[in-house]
């Protein structure tokens, strides 16, 4: 499924360096919604999680695109992201409908993720009780 992912097209330098953004970018976000999302009632945290998973895929292509920058000599320097991406879209990633590659996947699962994180720290202090 994945032998068309343009992942595959990196040297394993370029390999490395964008599983370590991606790893970085996946737990602060994650981060940001356990600090931002957890002390809230659980409507917020859902409603807060799909709005950080929406400007999540919204603004992460021009994270990427900075780091493609770096590595590919020839990459004009430019704004990648605007207009902001349609909600529909973030859906199709969140259910694993949008694209069949890596980048999408990963963003489903950031977005499943996301919704499970500001849960956890309950669900961790009834493993306490």
Not at 46 to 66: D, E, H, K, N, R
Not at 87 to 94: G, S, T, V, Y
Request: with cysteine; proline share 6%.
């Amino acid at each position: 499924m994945y032998r068309q992912d343009s992942f595959f097209d990196l040297s394993a330098f370029g390999q490395i360096g964008l599983v370590v953004i991606s790893t970085i970018l996946f737990l602060l976000i994650l981060f940001a919604a356990w600090k931002l999302l957890s002390p809230r009632g659980p409507v917020i945290r859902i409603l807060g999680a799909l709005a950080l998973y929406w400007v999540f895929v919204w603004a992460s292509p021009q994270i990427y695109y900075m780091y493609y920058w770096m590595i590919f000599p020839n990459l004009p320097l430019q704004w990648v992201i605007w207009p902001p991406v349609g909600l529909e879209r973030a859906i199709q990633m969140l259910f694993f409908q949008y694209r069949h590659n890596l980048s999408a996947h990963f963003q489903g699962v950031l977005g499943w993720c996301l919704l499970v994180t500001p849960f956890a720290q309950d669900f961790w202090q009834r493993l306490k009780r």
